[in-house]
């Protein structure tokens, strides 16, 4: 059976959906708490980064340690997916900068797809311009030979691809409507900070949680199509 490495950095913030979609197409998701349990010793057959509060740029030792693997992974051709803070760690392993936005991103929030972006294998099937859930307040910049696939008003790089088979995405797919709920609650000090509330927070997303989890099915569908 083939494995998807998970790396989480926080315990509530795991594969979400992002977990069917890999069991139902044979994979085993295994999943590590990097700060806490330290890295894999084998990279196994797709790689996928989750979120955090953290920032890739802080001193941490763990964060190093990642940033050299998921170098070392991706040296190797393996398919990843990095998401929010993932993708930031991705974008600065692929050579990006990651530095802080003009605001708090937080809740529904509108990308618009780049001309590029419109013909991307996944993305294709989306509007022009369609609400994704935003959780962050750093950005990043487009890793040099990238593919610029969405941006928004604030954070000109919401989504990129390297090559076929490795995408980096700002915002959030994987969320489940408990998922949205253990975030509000485990980070109030981010919900003040973007001047919103749990409620309204959980009462916006949650109709377009089933278009972010057919999106995120697709994704994974493409991702590991390859193999």
Same mark, same amino acid.
């Given at each position: 059976?083939?494995?998807?490495?998970?790396? &989480?950095? =926080?315990?509530?913030?795991?594969?979400?959906?992002?977990?069917?979609? $890999?069991?139902?197409? %044979?994979? !085993?998701?295994?999943?590590?708490?990097?700060? !806490?349990?330290? $890295?894999?010793?084998?990279?196994?057959?797709?790689? @996928?980064? #989750?979120?955090?509060? +953290?920032?890739?740029?802080?001193?941490?030792?763990?964060?190093?340690?990642? *940033? /050299?693997?998921?170098?070392?992974?991706?040296?190797?051709?393996?398919?990843?997916?990095?998401?929010?803070?993932?993708?930031?760690?991705?974008?600065?392993?692929?050579?990006?900068?990651? !530095?802080?936005?003009?605001?708090?991103?937080?809740?529904? =929030?509108?990308?618009?797809?780049?001309?590029?972006?419109?013909?991307?294998?996944?993305?294709?099937?989306?509007?022009?311009?369609?609400?994704?859930?935003?959780? /962050?307040?750093?950005? +990043?910049? @487009?890793?040099?030979?990238?593919?610029?696939?969405?941006?928004?008003?604030?954070?000109?790089?919401?989504?990129?691809?390297?090559?076929?088979?490795?995408?980096?995405? @700002?915002?959030? *797919?994987?969320?489940?409507?408990?998922?949205?709920?253990?975030?509000?609650?485990?980070?109030?000090?981010?919900?003040?900070? %973007?001047? #919103?509330?749990?409620?309204?927070?959980? !009462? &916006?997303? *949650?109709?377009? @949680?089933? #278009?972010? /989890?057919? $999106?995120?099915?697709? $994704?994974?569908? /493409?991702?590991?199509?390859?193999?």
């Amino acid at each position: 059976m083939k494995v998807a490495l998970c790396l &989480q950095h =926080v315990p509530f913030e795991g594969p979400g959906v992002f977990r069917r979609a $890999l069991e139902t197409r %044979g994979y !085993a998701v295994r999943s590590f708490l990097v700060p !806490a349990d330290g $890295l894999p010793l084998d990279p196994g057959n797709f790689l @996928l980064i #989750m979120g955090g509060p +953290m920032s890739v740029n802080d001193a941490d030792s763990w964060i190093e340690a990642e *940033l /050299h693997f998921v170098k070392t992974v991706l040296a190797c051709g393996i398919p990843v997916l990095g998401i929010c803070f993932g993708a930031q760690l991705l974008a600065k392993a692929l050579g990006a900068l990651v !530095a802080p936005g003009p605001k708090f991103e937080i809740g529904m =929030v509108p990308v618009s797809l780049t001309e590029i972006g419109r013909t991307d294998p996944v993305f294709s099937a989306m509007p022009r311009t369609f609400p994704v859930f935003q959780w /962050h307040g750093e950005g +990043m910049t @487009l890793p040099p030979g990238g593919t610029h696939l969405a941006t928004s008003a604030d954070f000109p790089v919401q989504a990129f691809r390297m090559k076929d088979r490795i995408y980096g995405l @700002l915002f959030h *797919l994987e969320l489940e409507e408990a998922g949205v709920r253990v975030l509000c609650r485990e980070c109030p000090q981010d919900v003040q900070r %973007g001047g #919103m509330s749990p409620e309204i927070i959980q !009462a &916006q997303s *949650l109709p377009h @949680l089933p #278009m972010l /989890h057919e $999106l995120a099915d697709r $994704l994974i569908g /493409h991702v590991i199509g390859y193999q």
